[in-house]
T-cell receptor, first 115, second 115 residues
Framework: EDQVTQSPEALRLQEGESSSLNCSYTVSGLRGLFWYRQDPGKGPEFLFT???AGEEKEKERLKATLTKKESFLHITAPKPEDSATYLC????????????????FGTGTLLAVQP | DGGITQSPKYLFRKEGQNVTLSCEQN?????MYWYRQDPGQGLRLIYY???????QKGDIAEGYSVSREKKESFPLTVTSAQKNPTAFYLC??????????????FGSGTRLTVV
C-alpha cells in the first residue's frame, strides 16, 4: 500500500535555529513529490516539486531534497513567519505504466518558530 | 487573478440535514478534487473529477455526493448519511494528463460543524 510518513509531528525552534523535516514514502513507483505549507484555517500553498533522487530545490530559507526513500525540508535560520504546518505528498505511477494525478498526503509537521 | 474559491468559509449543519459546499475555479484546470482534513489524519480524498460529467470515488466517499456539470464548478454535498461530518473541507484543482506531473492548487477551505 502506498504510504507517506512525516516526522516529527511537531517541532519547536528558536529563531535562527536550523533544522530539517522528514518525509518518508513507500510507493510502487514514484512520479514526483510535493511540499506544501499550510497556515491555520487556510488551504495548503505549493512550495516545491521534486522528480528524481538527488534533486534539490530552494526558496528563501527552505531547501527540499529527495532520495529514493525520503525527502527532507531543510529550514535555515528560520523566522517566526515560517511557523506553519508543512505537508508532503507523493504522486505514484500506476501499474499500467501511466500516472495518476492523485496525490497521497502525509499528516504534516507542525513547525513553531519562537522569537 | 486565477484561483479557487470555496464558500462558505464556515458552515453549521443540524443533525439530519444535507448541506452543499461550493468550489469554483477559473484556472481552466481539467481535474478537481475534494479532501477532508481532520487533526492528526492528514488529507483524505473524498471524490475527484477528471472531466465534466464524470467523477470517481476517493477513499472516504460514503455519505458524500458530487456533481461536475461545468468545468469550473465541483460542488460537494454532505448528506445526512455522513455520521461524522465535522471537519475542514478542501477543494483543489490541477491539470490532468496521463503522463504529466502536476501539483494541486487549493482553495481556502470550508469548516463544517454539526450543531
Amino acid at each position: 500500500e502506498d504510504q507517506v510518513t512525516q516526522s516529527p509531528e511537531a517541532l519547536r525552534l528558536q529563531e535562527g535555529e536550523s533544522s530539517s523535516l522528514n518525509c518518508s514514502y513507500t510507493v510502487s513507483g514514484l512520479r514526483g513529490l510535493f511540499w506544501y505549507r499550510q497556515d491555520p484555517g487556510k488551504g495548503p500553498e505549493f512550495l516545491f516539486t521534486l522528480y528524481s533522487a538527488g534533486e534539490e530545490k530552494e526558496k528563501e530559507r527552505l531547501k527540499a531534497t529527495l532520495t529514493k526513500k525520503e525527502s527532507f525540508l531543510h529550514i535555515t535560520a528560520p523566522k517566526p513567519e515560517d511557523s506553519a504546518t508543512y505537508l508532503c505528498a507523493v504522486q505514484a505511477i500506476v501499474s499500467s505504466g501511466g500516472a495518476t494525478n492523485k496525490l497521497i498526503f502525509g499528516t504534516g509537521t507542525l513547525l513553531a518558530v519562537q522569537p | 487573478d486565477g484561483g479557487i474559491t470555496q464558500s462558505p468559509k464556515y458552515l453549521f449543519r443540524k443533525e439530519g440535514q444535507n448541506v452543499t459546499l461550493s468550489c469554483e475555479q477559473n484556472l481552466n484546470h481539467d481535474a478537481m478534487y475534494w479532501y477532508r482534513q481532520d487533526p492528526g489524519q492528514g488529507l483524505r480524498l473524498i471524490y475527484y473529477s477528471q472531466i465534466v460529467n464524470d467523477f470517481q470515488k476517493g477513499d472516504i466517499a460514503e455519505g458524500y455526493s458530487v456533481s461536475r456539470e461545468k468545468k469550473e464548478s465541483f460542488p460537494l454535498t454532505v448528506t445526512s448519511a455522513q455520521k461524522n461530518p465535522t471537519a475542514f473541507y478542501l477543494c483543489a484543482s490541477s491539470i490532468w494528463e496521463g503522463q504529466g506531473l502536476y501539483g494541486y492548487t487549493f482553495g481556502s477551505g470550508t469548516r463544517l460543524t454539526v450543531v
